[in-house]
């Protein structure tokens, strides 16, 4: 049973325009978010997370919206750069217990020179 | 380097032999997680290792797996009489704490192939 689904598989954009990465989830205990990127033959690099009781947070060209009605998180990278090219994995956890991550399957973003 | 260090980076074995993995965290970490990644899927949870707490084995598939943490440190996962669905990329994350408002910090993985 996925509770954190990404649906986009791949998604290519220009150099400087923006990239908009979705993510759905199904577990309303769920009460972080983050996104890790990842880079092949690495393990995956912590990129930015929301808590629950935020709608958005920023860090430089990279912002997540959270829509916890919808069940609903993205990602935006504004401006996008060729080095963004990587497979950007969702995950969401809860506070409480383990605290192990739900991972989505990941998107691959090519950003074209 | 100081981040989590995963060796084997490459493991190829047949069908039915034992392997072990091993996990350095980064130091000071006391929250250790195992996951794995099968071809075209998502990270998959499988224990988690906090302090001196029982572990929480609640993600290995099957009583083929094992995992034990000494000293609070170094981890090794255990796959006993491996087939050929084990075969997958294990990472090994570790966090400063419990809390879980800190990000989790990953190794690079040993990626597992088995004939």
């Known amino acids: 049973d996925q509770q954190v689904k990404q649906n986009s598989p791949s998604l290519s954009v220009q150099e400087g325009r923006i990239s908009i990465l979705n993510c759905d989830y199904t577990n309303s205990m769920f009460d972080y978010f983050l996104w890790y990127k990842k880079y092949p033959a690495e393990g995956p690099t912590f990129l930015i997370s929301?808590?629950?009781?935020?709608d958005k947070n920023e860090d430089g060209r990279f912002t997540v919206f959270l829509n916890k009605s919808a069940k609903h998180l993205s990602l935006h990278i504004v401006p996008s750069q060729p080095g963004d090219s990587a497979v950007y994995f969702c995950?969401?956890?809860?506070?409480?217990?383990?605290?192990?991550?739900?991972f989505g399957t990941g998107t691959r973003l090519t950003v074209i020179p | 380097g100081a981040g989590v260090s995963q060796s084997p980076s490459n493991k190829v074995t047949e069908k039915g032999k034992d392997v072990e993995l091993r996990c350095d965290p980064i130091?000071?970490?006391?929250?250790l997680y195992w996951y794995r990644q099968s071809l075209g899927q998502g990270l998959e949870f499988l224990i988690y290792?906090?302090?001196?707490?029982?572990?929480?084995k609640s993600g290995l598939p099957s009583d083929r797996f094992s995992a034990e943490r000494t000293g609070g440190s170094v981890s090794t996962l255990t796959i006993q009489r491996t087939q050929q669905e084990d075969s997958a990329v294990y990472l090994c994350?570790?966090?400063?704490?419990?809390?879980?408002?800190?990000?989790?910090?990953f190794g690079d993985g040993t990626r597992l192939s088995i004939l």
């Open positions: 929301i808590s629950s009781i935020k």
């Open positions: 994350a570790s966090r400063p704490t419990g809390l879980s408002n800190q990000p989790q910090h």
């Open positions: 290792f906090q302090g001196n707490s029982a572990p929480d």
């Open positions: 130091s000071g970490h006391t929250a």
């Open positions: 995950a969401a956890t809860r506070r409480t217990g383990a605290n192990n991550l739900f």
